[in-house]
T-cell receptor, first 113, second 108 residues
Framework: EAGVTQFPSHSVIEKGQTVTLRCDPI?????LYWYRRVMGKEIKFLLH????????ESGMPNNRFLAERTGGTYSTLKVQPAELEDSGVYFC???????????FGQGTRLTVV | GEDVEQSLFLSVREGDSSVINCTYT??????LYWYKQEPGAGLQLLTY?????DMKQDQRLTVLLNKKDKHLSLRIADTQTGDSAIYFC????????FGKGTKLSVKP
């Protein structure tokens, strides 16, 4: 069974550009989460989808971040326009039930220069 | 508040036991987790424990949970150089609340 996959693994963009990260959860997992780790700090929650609906987006830092999960399968996280402080590793996770065992992807390392 | 605390660094010699400690704040957490991140890799679910358990053993790994003190520990027996990584403690409150991670260095 395939795990959580994320694409791309690395992205280097200039300040002001747009980047879209993608996450494919484990098949059958309705719950999908985005997290990020900025500059060696804690891994912080961004938002939680249940199927295609945003269950909790309290961790989204500002309106430059837009997450979607059309059709309740894969999810995208768009950063537009990117700022220097957005650099970090963005992780996606999925679980069968809310609060259930969460499995993480490899992460996307985003560098904004 | 939602704070998960863990020491930032641990250095041990190969063959010794490693003990990584963590304190959490919310007693309603259903699961408590240990994740491992090797250099350049993603977060690997290492082990977890239900909140109604005191101990869980899985090969070289032993997890101890003290709910009264909200203290979680991970013991790695016979630590190997391949165990060098960052270990994250996390509590589950719907989403996960992570500690800052403990960097384990194993010296040959």
């Amino acid at each position: 069974e395939a795990g959580v996959t994320q694409f791309p693994s690395h992205s280097v963009i200039e300040k002001g550009q747009t980047v879209t990260l993608r996450c494919d959860p484990i098949s059958g997992h309705d719950n999908l989460y985005w997290y990020r780790r900025v500059m060696g700090k804690e891994i912080k929650f961004l938002l939680h989808f249940v199927k295609e609906s945003k269950q909790d987006e309290s961790g989204m830092p500002n309106n430059r971040f837009l997450a979607e999960r059309t059709g309740g399968t894969y999810s995208t996280l768009k950063v537009q326009p990117a700022e220097l402080e957005d650099s970090g590793v963005y992780f996606c996770a999925s679980s069968q039930s809310p609060g259930g065992l969460a499995f993480f992807g490899q992460g996307t390392r985003l560098t904004v220069v | 508040g939602e704070d998960v605390e863990q020491s930032l660094f641990l250095s041990v010699r190969e063959g010794d036991s490693s003990v990584i400690n963590c304190t959490y704040t919310d007693s309603s957490s259903t699961y408590l987790y240990w994740y491992k991140q090797e250099p350049g890799a993603g977060l690997q679910l290492l082990t977890y424990i239900f909140s109604n358990m005191d101990m869980k053993q899985d090969q070289r790994l032993t997890v101890l949970l003290n709910k009264k003190d909200k203290h979680l520990s991970l013991r790695i027996a016979d630590t190997q150089t391949g165990d060098s990584a960052i270990y994250f403690c996390a509590e589950s409150l719907g989403n996960l609340i992570f500690g800052k991670g403990t960097k384990l260095s194993v010296k040959p």
